[in-house]
């Protein structure tokens, strides 16, 4: 555990070194920007805009920030041959794994509190309320970012990052129009191996217009506790998923 720790405790530290928190200051610029476009006429109206847009550019920013922190993180430290130093001491590949994925969320968890410490201060500083409903938004931002991360991470222990951006683009969207568009060609009655593929695209594929919250939160209403758990769930298990299938290609790589 320790050895997992210390390895989490570098990927954030590493973060830092490449100045990855600065984005939260380009996130903020970017809601500043977007302010003067409030409506004028209705505070309720006012409001909802700014969490929802709010919460939208915030799951933005948490999408690119998983992949940026993931895509390259086991590639970079073969080409530059850390991880030979790493693996060369008593750590094994599942303690590696799994920091670095503890670290990239450790990473995504203070990127994403400073940005919602940034919605709060500037809601209130723009209308005068207090809408902690924000941090529910927040928190899905941070469960879908961290399956992303999980798929990409996996995917960067045995393909190179221009594929592993590919890849996870293609993952997002497929992941976010599976209830759409996926279910529709279905139940259109899709025959043959696309129909097969289809169904194991459903099924295998996480649903991560589950995560998506802005609506709520923008109205005020927040989530359900029950909905707020599932969701949680829903995200340890298949990051948890992505982090195996990863570990298993992962021990099996000659370094």
């Known amino acids: 555990m320790r050895n997992t720790l210390l390895i989490a405790g570098n990927v954030i530290k590493d973060a830092a070194r490449k100045k990855l928190f600065y984005v939260v200051f380009l996130f903020g610029l970017a809601v500043l920007g977007l302010s003067p476009l409030l409506p004028t006429f209705d505070l309720g109206v006012r409001a909802q805009f700014l969490r929802d847009i709010s919460i939208s550019l915030t799951s933005l920013f948490g999408v690119v920030m998983a992949v940026v922190l993931s895509v390259n993180l086991i590639p970079g430290e073969v080409d530059m041959r850390t991880i030979y130093n790493i693996l060369s001491k008593p ?8 920091g670095k994925y503890l670290g990239i969320l450790g990473t995504l968890a203070i990127i994403l509190s400073v940005m919602a410490l940034e919605i709060l201060i500037l809601v209130g500083a723009r209308l005068s309320l207090f809408t902690p409903v ?3 938004g927040v928190l899905a931002v941070f469960l879908e970012a961290a399956v992303i991360a999980a ?28 209830t759409g568009f996926l279910h529709q060609k279905l ?9 097969v593929f289809m169904w194991v695209l459903y099924y295998l594929l996480p649903n991560l217009e589950d995560f998506n919250v802005s609506q709520q939160v923008g109205y005020g209403s927040g989530v359900t506790l029950s909905y707020a758990l599932r969701i949680a769930g829903y995200s340890i298990l298949f990051s948890a998923m992505f982090v ?11 370094l």
């Open 91 to 98: 750590v094994s590949r599942a303690q590696y794994l799994v």
């Open 134 to 136: 924000v941090l529910e």
């Open 187 to 195: 139940m259109e009655g899709a025959g043959g191996l696309a129909r």
């Open 151 to 178: 798929f990409s991470l996996g995917l960067s222990t045995f393909a190179s990052a221009p594929i592993n951006v590919f890849a996870t683009a293609l993952f997002y969207l497929l992941c976010h129009v599976k």
């Open 244 to 254: 195996f299938i990863g570990y298993l290609v992962f021990k099996r790589r000659d």
